[in-house]
């Protein structure tokens, strides 16, 4: 069955962050510059086309948008200035919501009320516990820790696999692409391997500089993790792991705190253009690295029990970071790029067992 | 008659002529032919200072024949007769050999071509020799002019030449005037309302004084020739006589009928509607389905019937931007509707047509680009679970894939073509065709409104098919061309007749049957033929029909030609021998 | 170097002389071997003509005109194909293959057509060999 062309598609698109589709004549200049393009796997122009045409399956049974890091190359070649690499961001975005099960990515993308309701309920929230809590730093405190484990388990087992096993539905299972079994096994090492270096944005041309601050921030996020969820950072006096989490939080507030720079400048094409989340996530992945910090400033010269309202705000930024930016915002391309890696990682072997590539 | 000499030239082109024949060797080679006094090379002898070589030379040398190898003289002849009459000389004591359009350019072979071109300048200088100084003659013009069809590019022309003060018949074969664009509701690219247009300028014509309009009039076979042709009108049972000295066809076009591609479904899916139908909806102001509904979907798809070898190989040229145009009104009309536009290729050239595009292309419109030589897109009805009527198959090459377009109503830009009595005028006014059934101008770049038949001139979109500026222009610079031959008040005419050598006619008449022009008659007091120089247009079929070779076709006479195939036949070793 | 057949070829000026400058301004390549001549129309050609083309040397004649119907005066290349049946008829009982002679209608839009045509008519007359007439003529003279 031939797919239906859908203009509406477009027009849903533009919601997503989308400016402008029809100034792309498909010169094909983009897929020609791109460093990470390859048989089997072209973009972006591809993607731009199925887009125009309003191709659902096209376009949610590609890995192809995961696998752009927007060096924004290509649009700086465009002889339209039909801007390419914002066109794949806008179709990440729309990607995100189609994945989703439970339709809040989409809501959030699409509207900036919902978005800013679920903030102001989530504080009211921490206010409430807090209120019933008696406002005790000690029980609060443990709270907290108790409810960081907790909703990274939910935000994990009851969404983030479930879309993840939707996108392998997308991906592989419709698209029947029919994989060996040693691929899928292989394909674990590669997987993981990307998911903290992500290396192949080394081949962008936007240089190792762009990937070192992304990795520190990858790195120094899962540390931050690491450190205050397993380790209890906060409640712990074991000076080894106290220094360890100052200097994973200080790099992850100073990096971000450069992204926010960047975004500001608008001096390269990557941060030209900044929808509402991205800047989302810049700000509260640096309000986490900063109230963080702060916090075990407080609890190390022992002034948390007079400025109780300041870890209160950490809390505030953590459950609106777990329950909201994660599952549902642009944390998730952390996730899905990894994937979509492991999925195209699939696609090729079973092209290149039947001999297409 | 006097001893020749002659001048030949031979011309480079700059590299058009020069890479392919060996210019230099072939102009040293003719200078040792008897009679020939010079012979030279030269980069353009077209340009200026190549005329004036020539013009020096025949000064200086007393040249009386003059050869020049270069381009076709069809391009060219007249350039050199007139530089021939600027030196004195009788422009038809002139030949030119053809080394360019059939030579250089056709052949690979460089000695090959060399020797080709060497045989045929020696073809040119042997006819040369027996050349003759011929007289110009004029005849005073008619000023009446006779315009047939009535559409905008006739209309323009009368108008342009009624108010000059100038008598015209305008013959229209329909009731009414206007033609096609009287059926346009808007124009691309500027949105402009044709009948604002059309309509005062219709008014203007029924009314004016110099004006004479035959309305559901045809015309019969024209006699004569430029500045004197007359013919017979048939209107009803009425036959009457006009007089006039310059012609006009402004006769237009038909538009495509799609019934004959399958893929479509032109006449079984009742939706699918041509662009002339569409035409009449929007002149309506009604565009709906066959059923009464506004559409929700609506498809254009352009090149029906152009672009492809089973149907027209040529462009329509209009239907790409009325198709843009289309999808502007019906994005006015139906602010909601899907509009899909599939193309082969997006013609949009001329002022203000990219912008267009580029215009449309950011109403939501979705373009998809099909393959019109094997691929064309196919049009079926959708079954009842889609809430559309049809769906269109096309496989999209931007993306290659194939894709389903729904769609409400589909609009069809058929292609236009000639009219199927084109042949018919062509015929009554002596005019040519071209493959596609087109006439055919004079010079496709430097003469495109005159014919070649002195007197007749082409306009409009019976030449190809063309937007209303490209008519308008090419009808105004028609009623140019003949207001100033009328201003001059006289023509020169063919001087290249046929003449009867009264010792020789032995009065069999076998020439008056054969002249398709009844420019001979019978002398019965001397028993011998004569000519009707006026009338004679030199086609020489008499002069060869003549068993006593009384008639002689000049410019084209038996020693000439005669003459010309020994030179082109001989080498020019042979020709020193003897 | 294979045997170059002459020929000379008379095209009439307003239909199948435009046509052979379309195959040049279209920079279609033919064989050398086919030498024109321009002639008002294809009604002008006398049998002469054609005669002392291959008295002088020539191993084949192509004449073209406008197509039946197309002709500028009307109706010059009926009268030359009449003509030209006869002539055929003519050189056979002179002993030449009636192939020498040929007869095609091109039309000013048909440079294709005409460099087809030129090929083909030359690899025709190559095939039939030289045409004797000339050296035969010089003998009896």
């Not at chain 1, 094409?269 to 075990?296: C, M, N, Q």
């Not at chain 2, 009104?329 to 193309?343: D, H, T, W």
Request: charged share 20%; net charge neutral.
């Amino acid at each position: 069955m031939n797919q239906l062309v859908n203009p509406e598609l477009k027009q849903e698109l533009l919601k997503y962050g989308l400016k402008e589709w029809n100034d792309c004549f498909h010169c094909g200049n983009c897929t020609a510059i791109c460093s990470l393009t390859e048989q089997g796997f072209l973009f972006p122009r591809k993607g731009i086309r199925a887009l125009q045409l309003g191709l659902k399956q096209s376009l949610a049974g590609s890995t192809d948008p995961w696998l752009c890091y927007y060096c924004g190359e290509c649009t700086e070649t465009c002889p339209r200035d039909a801007n390419p690499a914002e066109l794949m961001m806008s179709i990440r975005r729309y990607l995100t919501k189609v994945y989703d099960w439970t339709g809040l990515a989409g809501l959030f993308y699409r509207s900036k009320l919902a978005l800013f309701i679920g903030f102001i309920l989530v504080l009211i929230a921490v206010i409430a516990v807090g209120y019933v809590k008696h406002f005790e730093t000690e029980a609060l405190m443990k709270f907290g820790h108790l409810f960081e484990q907790l909703v990274i388990l939910a935000v994990f087992g009851l969404i983030l696999l479930p879309n993840i096993f939707h996108m392998f539905w997308l991906t592989i299972v419709k698209q029947k692409v029919k994989a060996p079994i040693s691929a899928y096994i292989t394909g674990i090492w590669h997987l993981i391997w990307n998911v903290f270096t992500q290396n192949r944005s080394l081949k962008c041309e936007t240089g190792s500089f762009r990937w070192f601050e992304h990795f520190l921030i990858v790195i120094g996020y899962i540390s931050l993790l690491f450190v205050t969820v397993f380790l209890n950072w906060f409640s712990t006096t074991n000076t080894i792991i106290i220094w360890l989490g100052y200097i994973v939080g200080g790099i992850v507030f100073v990096f971000t705190f450069h992204f926010i720079i960047g975004r500001l400048n608008k001096k390269r094409e990557v941060t030209k253009y900044s929808h509402p989340s991205d800047w989302l996530f810049v700000i509260w992945l640096f309000l986490l690295g900063f109230t963080a910090f702060i916090v075990r400033v407080l609890i190390d010269t022992n002034l948390i029990d007079n400025n109780l309202w300041l870890y209160i705000i950490h809390l505030i930024v953590i459950a609106q970071w777990g329950i909201l930016l994660v599952p549902f915002g642009k944390w998730t391309h952390f996730l899905y790029r990894s994937f979509a890696i492991y999925f195209a990682y699939l696609k090729k072997s079973a092209l290149k067992r039947q001999g297409a590539i | 008659m006097e001893e020749p000499r002659i001048g030949v030239y031979v011309c480079w082109c700059g590299t058009n002529i020069a890479k392919m024949v060996d210019v230099e060797h072939v102009s040293k080679e003719l200078e040792k032919l008897p009679d020939v006094i010079i012979s030279r090379d030269y980069k353009y002898m077209c340009s200026d200072p190549g005329q004036d070589l020539i013009i020096k030379d025949i000064k200086e040398n007393n040249l009386n024949r003059i050869v020049v190898s270069a381009c076709s003289p069809r391009i060219h002849e007249l350039t050199f007769h007139k530089a021939m009459e600027k030196a004195g000389l009788n422009p038809y004591l002139f030949e030119m050999a053809n080394i360019r359009e059939q030579d250089s350019w056709v052949h690979t072979d460089r000695k090959e071509a060399t020797e080709k071109a060497k045989s045929l300048i020696l073809g040119a200088i042997n006819k040369v020799r027996w050349h003759e100084a011929l007289e110009k003659r004029s005849v005073d013009i008619n000023p009446d002019t006779l315009i047939i069809g009535g559409g905008i590019a006739g209309l323009t022309a009368a108008l342009e030449i009624a108010d000059a003060g100038k008598k015209v018949y305008l013959v229209e074969k329909t009731d009414k005037l206007g033609g096609h664009a009287a059926n346009i509701d808007l124009t691309f690219p500027f949105m402009n309302s044709v009948q604002q247009m059309l309509n005062p300028k219709i008014e203007k014509v029924i009314n004016h004084p110099n004006i004479e309009l035959f309305l559901e009039t045809r015309i019969d076979e024209a006699f004569g020739y430029v500045g004197n042709f007359e013919t017979t009108i048939k209107k009803e049972n009425e036959e009457i006589q006009l007089k006039f000295g310059n012609i006009i066809v402004a006769t237009g076009l038909k538009t495509f009928d799609p019934g004959g591609i399958e893929n479509y479904g032109y006449g079984k899916l009742p939706d699918v509607v041509t662009s002339s139908e569409f035409e009449r909806m929007l002149k309506e102001g009604k565009i709906q389905t066959n059923a009464g509904n506004d559409p929700r979907h609506v498809a254009i798809i352009h090149c029906v019937g152009s672009r492809n070898s089973d149907f027209h190989e040529y462009c329509s040229r209009t239907c790409c931007m009325t198709a843009l145009k289309y999808a502007n009104q019906l994005r006015s009309a139906l602010p909601e509707a899907n509009i899909y536009e599939a193309y082969a290729d997006m013609m949009a050239f001329g002022k203000g047509c990219e912008e267009l595009y580029l215009a449309t292309s950011r109403k939501n419109v979705t373009f998809l680009m099909f393959d019109q030589k094997d691929n064309l897109p196919k049009i079926r009805k959708a079954d009842s679970k889609h809430n559309f009527e049809m769906l269109i198959e096309i496989n999209d090459k931007l993306s290659g894939v194939t894709v389903d377009v729904p769609a409400d109503l589909v609009i069809l830009m058929v292609a236009q073509e000639a009219h199927e009595n084109a042949k018919e005028v062509a015929h009554a006014v002596g005019v040519s065709m071209c493959g596609n059934a087109f006439y055919i101008e004079k010079h496709p770049k430097l003469d495109p409104v005159a014919t070649t038949t002195d007197g007749v001139y082409v306009v409009g979109s019976c030449q190809a098919p063309k937007d209303i500026p490209d008519s308008v222009s090419q009808a105004r610079a028609a009623a140019a061309r003949i207001l100033a031959s009328i201003s001059f008040g006289s023509v020169e005419v063919e001087v290249t007749t046929a003449v009867v050598n009264e010792n020789l006619c032995c009065g069999c008449q076998t020439c008056i049957n054969v002249c398709p022009y009844t420019a001979i008659s019978y002398d019965e007091e001397k028993q011998v033929s004569v000519v009707n120089e006026i009338l004679c247009k030199g086609c020489g079929t008499c002069g060869s029909t003549c068993p006593t070779g009384a008639i002689r076709s000049r410019h084209f006479t038996d020693q000439q030609i005669l003459s010309q195939i020994e030179g082109l036949l001989s080498t020019v070793l042979e020709l020193e021998e003897a | 170097m294979s045997y170059q057949p002459k020929i000379v070829s008379f095209l009439c000026n307003w239909c199948s002389y435009t046509g052979a400058d379309l195959a040049g301004t279209s920079r279609m390549k033919y064989a050398p071997n086919v030498r024109i001549i321009r002639v008002m129309c294809s009604g002008r050609i006398e049998p002469t003509f054609v005669l002392k083309a291959f008295r002088e040397g020539a191993d084949g004649v192509l004449i073209c005109g406008c197509h039946p119907g197309d002709c500028h005066y009307h109706e010059g290349n009926y009268k030359c194909l009449r003509r030209y049946y006869l002539l055929q008829k003519y050189i056979q009982q002179m002993g030449l293959k009636k192939e020498r002679l040929r007869l095609e209608w091109i039309s000013a839009s048909e440079g294709k057509q005409f460099a087809e045509l030129a090929d083909e008519y030359t690899e025709s007359i190559k095939e039939l060999g030289p045409c004797k007439v000339k050296e035969v003529m010089e003998v009896l003279t």
